[in-house]
């Protein structure tokens, strides 16, 4: 069973969060993300479709982005609200399960930067459209991408993020060395915190206990000098 770190030490996936429907606005979605990353860095954005590595536990890696990113830009298009399941033919946002209704009630829920970002002439849900935990969404400022001004739009969006987004983001090479992580008090809370294989973790935790402990025998000995029976 897949277990979230605690938030407050977790090693973000990426500062910025974007939620989408594929089949509503995905084209909007990847220019979005290719510019942001221009702007903030390669891995200061979470996109599902280029930010989860071949064989890993999709729901998982979503999950804990959404339970650890600064921002979440929720992309808003004219379906965003009506997308059924071809299966039952029910709506999306009425299944507790559905992924984006998920991970958008988990930012609103930490109370995080989130965004709405209405896609050309997209409008945000009224109350009645909306599940009761995702309708603290319209108490949120909105922000416009428009087809025929988008590179202006998304200029002036990656902008207004700044403040939430350390800037030094754009100089990271590497997911785990990110400055806009929360920092970390010592060696042992980062050894928790990191999102690693459990076992792994657990012979890394068991070789520094052993470690320390020869460490400490040595120095007694050192200092109280070596005594044969």
Same mark, same amino acid.
């Given at each position: 069973? *897949?277990?979230?770190?605690?938030?407050?030490?977790? $090693?973000?996936?990426?500062?910025?969060?974007?939620?989408?429907?594929?089949?509503?606005?995905?084209?909007?979605?990847?220019?979005?993300?290719?510019?942001?990353?221009?702007?903030?860095?390669?891995?200061?954005?979470?996109?599902?479709?280029?930010?989860?590595?071949?064989?890993?536990?999709?729901?998982?890696?979503?999950?804990?982005?959404?339970?650890?990113?600064?921002?979440?830009?929720?992309?808003?298009?004219?379906?965003?609200?009506?997308?059924?399941?071809?299966?039952?033919?029910?709506?999306?946002l009425d299944d507790?399960? #559905?992924?984006?209704?998920?991970?958008?009630?988990?930012a609103l829920a930490?109370?995080?930067?989130? $965004?709405?970002?209405? $896609?050309? #002439?997209?409008?945000?849900?009224?109350?009645?459209?909306?599940?009761?935990?995702?309708?603290?969404?319209?108490?949120?400022?909105?922000?416009?991408?428009?087809?025929?001004?988008?590179?202006?739009?998304?200029?002036?969006?990656?902008?207004?993020?700044?403040?939430?987004?350390?800037?030094?983001?754009?100089?990271?090479?590497?997911?785990?060395?990110?400055? *806009?992580?929360?920092?970390?008090?010592?060696?042992?809370?980062?050894?928790?915190?990191?999102?690693?294989?459990?076992?792994?973790?657990?012979?890394?935790?068991?070789?520094? $206990?052993?470690?320390?402990?020869?460490?400490?025998?040595?120095?007694? *000995?050192?200092?109280?000098g070596w005594q044969?029976?």
């Open positions: 069973m *897949y277990v979230l770190p605690d938030s407050r030490y977790a $090693v973000p996936a990426a500062p910025i969060f974007i939620s989408y429907r594929r089949r509503d606005t995905l084209m909007s979605a990847w220019y979005l993300c290719t510019e942001l990353r221009r702007h903030f860095g390669e891995h200061a954005v979470f996109m599902d479709l280029n930010s989860i590595e071949s064989g890993a536990l999709w729901p998982s890696k979503v999950q804990f982005a959404a339970h650890t990113c600064q921002v979440m830009l929720v992309l808003i298009g004219p379906q965003w609200a009506t997308v059924t399941d071809p299966i039952t033919n029910l709506r999306r507790p399960k #559905d992924v984006l209704r998920s991970e958008v009630a988990t930490r109370g995080i930067l989130v $965004v709405p970002v209405l $896609v050309d #002439d997209a409008r945000l849900p009224s109350a009645d459209e909306l599940p009761d935990d995702l309708k603290p969404l319209r108490d949120r400022e909105a922000r416009r991408i428009r087809s025929d001004q988008v590179q202006d739009d998304v200029a002036r969006l990656g902008k207004s993020l700044e403040p939430a987004v350390s800037p030094r983001a754009q100089v990271v090479a590497e997911p785990v060395q990110a400055s *806009y992580a929360t920092p970390l008090a010592g060696a042992v809370p980062f050894i928790f915190a990191v999102n690693v294989n459990p076992e792994a973790r657990d012979v890394l935790i068991v070789a520094i $206990v052993v470690l320390g402990a020869l460490l400490i025998v040595y120095m007694y *000995y050192k200092s109280h044969g029976a």
